[in-house]
């Protein structure tokens, strides 16, 4: 006997949610919405429509064990309840959790005409665009300087209507196909609800967490920092009770993060044509320049307000912002924020002109007073570098506001390359039979020069077979010096031809470059810690590396180590281990074995564990005072 039908299925026009009526939307309209729940397909005009269709389905639905609770499913839920009150009744401990954003957001709120765009209109005259996506799962990119629609409240009630029990969500969003039981349906109607809101709206009570990256790809080390945070928040994304949004400014290239192939535009994935290709002129057109910032101003104690960001911020509803690189602009928005501090080697090193010429060290130390005096939460890689923090800083900060947050880097969650990846790599860069490999740009501080007058001391004592390879760029005024020194040194000991540099190398080619070499050779005279090691263990790569004492805690028994002062220290580790098979393989499987320690889900359980802190922080009001307040003439909420 045919069950009629649900008088929601029945409705001629209109939708409801909330109180509200809206008018009905075609079958064909971009706007129409559908689900698959227990085998059937549930058509709807839209979320309203969708959110009673779907709640009719549930009163189908077979009976099944509701996750955490001794209760069944619809089929036990007494007649005179709404189905809200049944979800609460099995799980009461959820009460009205909020689920996390939907997929992907919009970069613009307007469309070309400069009108709104909002539920029922859109900026490409159909469907709904949706923004390209920070990395292809949920951590929405939002321009900064380009106002959002407004809120749609009936979507946010309806949201808000259904409390879903945690067991229903697996890491990674709801589950696929269909669902039994009254919370796992529940689940299903909630996750259509959220599609259905339009893209880049705060949720309704919520924080919102502005994610803002900016290094270039050409940064080395800096850029592959923030990849690896992009990476684990767009993990997080769907798991937390807040938002989090990609923010850039709006004139910004995404070209760096573009090769990352992570891209969307709405649902069409963005795949970029060829490697990402920094073109490098020669060493001495880079002498006269002042870096690729250009000087930087003369450094002052006092906040200078940055109002344009401000205002932009405070337009996109960010109550918390997460830089991923040192940077103030927390600070001259007057907005709580979470910064990283990498290294303080302007106070530890000062010899290297890199953190100390042309006023760089001025700078570096008003932006870490600034840092330590008003951040959230500082995070550092390592003990070593909390330490450092605490040393020269601890007027300003106490431990209570610095967390540790070890590398992980991207590479590590590459896939091994594959004998096509390892012939291309070997015949597209020319690469000799046999090498050591050195990634790291031509800072002085990497220490290029022992690597030279290494080679040099090998090849006088009978191994002129060993090669290096270098790859990084120069182009900035310190790196194209130092390029020029190293390689007029190699060509005064005759060892020229025994190095083959690379320039810029694309991430995707660096599993195999890692791969084909003999191991990692890094002298460098920085720490607290460092990421090609870390790479290198990751395609079973013995490490040569600075005998430093925060290196040997983040390295241990998986490294040989040299001083970084001595060429004959070094040529000595590089001769055994370019002879020594056996000490290869045991360095390599000590290098597994303690990244095996430190997986992809602890990294992310750690970063959502500082997000948490920062974000209680925020609502129980536990942040620095800023000494001033945000202007109401320069716009948004102050």
């Known amino acids: 006997m045919q069950r009629p039908a649900h008088p929601a299925r029945r409705r001629a026009g209109g939708c409801r949610a909330g109180g509200r009526a809206g008018a009905a939307l075609p079958p ?73 954003k939907p997929d992907a957001g919009r ?128 993990d997080l994304t769907p798991q937390v009770l807040y938002d989090l949004v990609c923010v850039n400014p709006a004139g910004e290239s995404l070209r760096g ?67 991923l690189h040192p940077s103030l602009i927390g600070p001259e928005a007057l907005i709580p924020f979470i910064v990283p501090i990498h290294d303080l080697q302007h106070r530890l090193q000062p010899e290297f002109p890199e953190v100390s010429a042309d006023g760089i060290t001025a700078l570096r130390e008003q932006a870490y007073r600034t840092i330590c005096r008003y951040a959230t939460l500082v995070l550092v890689d390592s003990e070593a570098g909390r330490q450092d923090v605490l040393r020269f800083y601890g007027d300003l900060i106490d431990g209570d506001r610095i967390r540790v947050l070890p590398f992980f880097p991207p590479v590590r969650r590459s896939r091994p390359p594959t004998e096509r990846d390892l012939a291309r790599a070997r015949t597209r860069y020319g690469l000799p039979e046999r090498y050591y490999f050195y990634p790291a740009q031509f800072w002085m501080h990497k220490n290029h020069r022992l690597i030279v007058e290494a080679l040099a001391r090998l090849a006088d004592d009978g191994d002129a077979a060993v090669r290096v390879v270098f790859a990084g760029s120069y182009t900035e005024k310190w790196r194209a010096r130092n390029f020029i020194d190293v390689m007029a040194l190699a060509d005064r000991l005759g060892v020229r031809d025994r190095i083959h540099y690379l320039g810029f190398v694309p991430d995707r080619d660096m599993p195999a470059l890692y791969s084909l070499s003999a191991g990692l050779v890094m002298p460098t005279f920085f720490g607290p810690t460092n990421m090609p090691p870390l790479e290198a263990w990751s395609f079973g790569r013995p490490v040569i590396v600075s005998d430093l004492p925060s290196i040997r805690d983040q390295l241990g028994d998986g490294a040989l180590y040299i001083d970084p002062r001595d060429a004959a220290s070094l040529a000595g580790a590089m001769r055994r281990l370019w002879h020594d098979d056996a000490l290869a393989a045991t360095l390599a499987a000590n290098g597994a074995r303690r990244l095996a320690g430190y997986r992809h889900e602890d990294f992310l359980a750690l970063l959502r564990s500082i997000l948490d802190e920062a974000v209680d922080r925020v609502r129980t009001r536990r942040t620095p005072a800023y000494p001033i307040a945000w202007p109401q003439e320069a716009g948004g909420v102050g």
């Not at 099944?64 to 809200?84: E, F, K, N, Q, T």
């Not at 320049?289 to 401000?310: F, K, Q, S």
């Open 257 to 323: 993060i573009l090769q990352s192939r992570h891209l969307h535009y709405g649902r069409m994935p963005i795949l970029p044509l060829g490697d990402l290709d920094i073109q490098q002129g020669p060493p001495e057109s880079y002498l006269s320049t002042d870096g690729e910032g250009g000087r930087p101003p003369p450094p002052t104690e006092e906040i200078v307000l940055n109002t344009a960001m401000g205002r932009a911020l405070r337009e996109e509803d960010v109550d918390l912002l997460l830089t």
């Open 107 to 234: 970069l613009s709120g307007r469309d070309a005409q400069g009108q709104g765009v909002g539920p029922d209109r859109d900026d490409t005259g159909g469907r709904r665009r949706r923004a390209p996506r920070c990395d292809g799962h949920h951590l929405q990119p939002i321009c900064l300087g380009d106002r959002q629609a407004p809120a749609a409240g009936r979507y946010r009630r309806s949201l808000q209507r259904l409390p879903v029990h945690r067991a229903a969500y697996p890491v990674g969003g709801p589950a696929e196909g269909p669902v039994g039981g009254g919370a796992a349906v529940a689940g299903r109607i909630r996750a259509s609800v959220r599609r259905a809101i339009p893209p880049g709206l705060k949720r309704s009570g919520t924080m919102r967490v502005g994610v803002y990256r900016g290094f270039p790809a050409s940064a080395g080390g800096g850029f592959q920092y923030e990849a690896s945070l992009l990476d684990a928040l767009s």
């Open 28 to 100: 064909d309209s971009p706007h129409a919405r559908s689900v698959h729940c227990h085998g059937r397909t549930v058509a709807a005009s839209g979320a309203g429509d969708l959110l009673l269709r779907l709640r009719s389905e549930i009163r189908r639905a077979p009976a099944a064990p509701v996750p955490g609770c001794g209760l069944r499913g619809p089929s036990r839920r007494p007649a005179h309840l709404p189905l809200r009150r049944v979800a609460r009744r099995a799980h009461p401990a959820d009460g009205a959790r909020q689920m996390g």
